[in-house]
């Protein structure tokens, strides 16, 4: 049983990664300003409202408690909005990270598990992409997460602090035994915004029929977030058995169109999905696919969920109970 310190814990993979951590025997504290995430995400009992900026509540908090590793979430995430507010995803994010690295540092905790993201490729010359493809990103919010992976690495060099990151690709689904899954506001992604349109009627608008791919529509590497939580457990056990500081591609390596998840989508709810093809989004690369054997050769990792269909499934059943809990 080690002590964990999650930041960013009330948000969608953070909160499912948090209650695995639990269940795997490990003890959880949470640390989020709730500016995104939800308070009910939060193993009960667990949660601390502090933003890392802050650094006296940081400072105060850290000094209460002994943790042996860090995993730390905390982060906007929404990469349109990174374009137009960049000063506000490099001071949340690279800020954010910097004074939470330097917060752990004057309190001696040098294990850390970083939520890093596919989008420090950009727009990739090849697929599936390896850990070792050039690192262009074509946002705000991309570049915002390589500057921590850049600081991560000096401090492995400079400091001894052991960090392993992980690259997510499109992170998808939910875990209905703990009673959470996606939730943003706005909503921006494409499976939540699927069930939408299911539920409106109001079309949902495929950004773009045009790229080179087989149906014209974009190719993303979905992998479940019960899967991306157990990378996380992976790469956290590795690190406190002494493990080297490393960066992972977190995807299951098997890419799906838009029209695909659409049709996945139907044949799990047994509904249509209206749909009309609009413009191509800015900044989407037509096929992001990963390279994950080094996830799966060095750390033993290996996702339960392999096909899209059992991740929409898993998905729609969170969305079925959030909208029973509406009452709509
Ligand atoms: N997408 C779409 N319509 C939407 C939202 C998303 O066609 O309303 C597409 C988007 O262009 C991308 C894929 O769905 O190819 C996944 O997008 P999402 O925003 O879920 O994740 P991202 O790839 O941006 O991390």
């Not at 009992?45 to 900026?53: A, D, E, S």
């Not at 539920?199 to 950004?207: A, I, M």
């Not at 493990?243 to 838009?258: E, I, L, M, P, Q």
């Not at 996830?295 to 096909?307: E, N, Q, V």
Request: aromatic share 8%; with cysteine; net charge negative.
């Amino acid at each position: 049983m080690a002590r964990i310190l999650v930041t960013g814990g009330a948000g969608y993979i953070g909160s499912h990664t948090s209650h695995h951590l639990l269940a795997r025997g490990h003890d959880v504290q949470v640390l989020d300003d709730l500016s995104k995430g939800y308070a009910h995400n939060v193993p009960e009992g667990r949660l601390h409202v502090i933003n890392l900026l802050d650094s006296s509540s940081l400072d105060r908090f850290l000094a209460t408690h002994r943790f042996d590793a860090v995993i730390h979430f905390a982060a906007f995430i929404a990469v349109g909005e990174s374009t137009r507010e960049p000063e506000r995803y490099f001071r949340n994010n690279t800020g954010g990270s910097l004074a939470l690295l330097e917060a752990i540092e004057r309190h001696g905790v040098r294990r850390l598990v970083f939520s890093s993201t596919a989008a420090v490729y950009g727009n990739p010359d090849s697929v599936p992409i390896t850990e070792e493809a050039p690192l262009r990103p074509v946002s705000p919010y991309g570049e915002s997460k390589l500057m921590t992976e850049t600081t991560l690495k000096w401090l492995d060099a400079c400091s001894g602090l052991r960090y392993a990151a992980l690259r997510y690709f499109n992170a998808c689904g939910a875990e209905a035994a703990f009673g959470i899954g996606e939730e943003h506001e706005p909503e921006t992604h494409l499976i939540p915004l699927v069930f939408r349109a299911i539920r409106t009627g109001e079309p949902l608008t495929v950004f773009g029929g045009d790229y080179p791919t087989p149906d014209g529509t974009c190719i993303r590497d979905y992998i479940h977030v019960s899967d991306l939580a157990s990378a996380h457990l992976a790469a956290l056990e590795s690190l406190l058995a002494g493990g080297a500081s490393g960066v992972y591609n977190a995807g299951t390596g098997r890419g799906y169109s838009v029209l695909e998840v659409l049709r996945a989508a139907e044949q799990v709810t047994g509904r249509k999905v209206p749909f009309a093809v609009g413009p191509r989004r800015e900044g989407d690369p037509a096929e992001l696919v990963a390279d994950s054997s080094k996830l799966r050769k060095t750390l033993g990792w290996a996702p339960r969920y392999d096909s899209l269909p059992a991740m929409v499934e898993s998905a729609w059943r969170f969305e079925s109970i959030r909208q029973g809990k509406r009452g709509t």
